[in-house]
């Protein structure tokens, strides 16, 4: 017994003398480079988010850059340096896009390299046609008036993709909520995202706030996409009619690589076990999208 445990003690002692710490000096920390955030269009003014990488071991909070100077160039000639600042969103508020321009990006700030990246609007690909069927849905009214329920719709989109071109399409739909005052005299208006789902084989993200596709097997075709949403209503107005907004939005080849592999790894964000997704970035010496996108629209309206 005496020799047992001996030869136990031995082993534990072996065990403990193998076993080996790592400290967190032993793993590098790589420097920190700036992230850039800016989808451009004709219709919105330049409005580019800036914050900073961290380490995959750094757990601090993301935080955005403050001071920065940002510059952004029309066929190599600068058109404008957006210095309006808000919550990490430099914003210019005098000049928009125009298709057919390239445009280029660059961002400088103290303790970090410059970046740069460049790319263009497409052309707008116009809605053809769309459709609405409220498949089911449930209203009552609460004890203080408010409307609250839910509703299940189906819907399409017809468009005709351009022949002989490599196009890319988001598909978003949003409900326009009517705001009001406590005094009902004043109001204004939110768009409100619904979450989409399609069985499309040709959309490549099928559920989330926007879908994707390319025209990869549609090109030059009139192609309808069908998809799904549910919407739930809880507010003290009860509408006399439900407007929904559906968008069409054509990519830029680059802006396209961006929301389809950011699409594939926000889906896969809650399984550990899912096979991991790199996704696409075109800023030179630091992460994000500099990406155009043109768009189309039109409404629906349900009473």
């Known amino acids: 017994m005496k020799l047992l445990k001996y030869v136990l003690s031995l082993f534990f002692i072996a065990m403990i003398g193998c076993e080996t710490n790592e400290d967190i000096v032993d793993f590098p920390l790589h420097k920190s480079r700036l992230v850039i955030n800016c989808s451009f269009s004709e219709t919105k003014f330049w409005t580019v988010h800036i914050s900073k990488s961290l380490s995959v071991i750094d757990n601090a909070p993301l935080s955005a850059v403050e001071d920065a100077v940002v510059k952004i160039f029309e066929d190599g000639v600068l ?10 969103f430099y914003i210019s508020f005098t000049d928009t896009p125009i298709i057919g321009k390239k445009y280029s990006i660059t961002v400088s700030a103290p303790g970090f390299e410059s970046v740069f990246a460049s790319d263009s609007l497409p052309v707008a690909v116009p809605i053809s046609s769309i459709s609405m069927v ?18 299940n719709a189906e819907a399409s989109i017809v468009f005709d993709d351009p022949a002989n071109q490599e196009n890319a399409y988001v598909i978003a739909a949003f409900r326009v909520d009517t705001i009001y005052s406590f005094d009902s005299t004043s109001w204004n208006l939110m768009n409100r995202p619904l979450f989409l ?24 075709q009139t192609y309808e996409v069908t998809f799904t949403f549910q919407d739930s209503f809880e507010g003290v107005n009860k509408p006399k ?14 802006y396209y690589l961006y929301e389809r592999t950011y699409g594939l790894f926000s889906t896969r964000i809650p399984d550990p076990f899912s096979e991991p997704v790199q996704v696409y970035n075109n800023i030179e010496n630091g992460f994000g999208i500099f990406g155009g996108y043109s768009e189309s629209s039109d409404t629906i309206m349900i009473q």
């Open 197 to 220: 789902e399609s069985t499309d084989l040709n959309v490549e993200t099928r559920y989330g706030e926007t879908i994707i596709l390319s025209d990869e097997l549609i090109n030059g």
């Open 241 to 254: 009619a439900i407007h929904y907004i559906f968008i069409l939005r054509s990519l830029s080849p680059q």
């Open 79 to 88: 058109l404008t340096k957006p210095t309006y600042f808000v919550d990490g």
């Open 134 to 151: 409220v498949t089911d849905s449930a209203f009552y009214t609460g004890h203080l008036g408010e409307i609250v329920g839910y509703l």
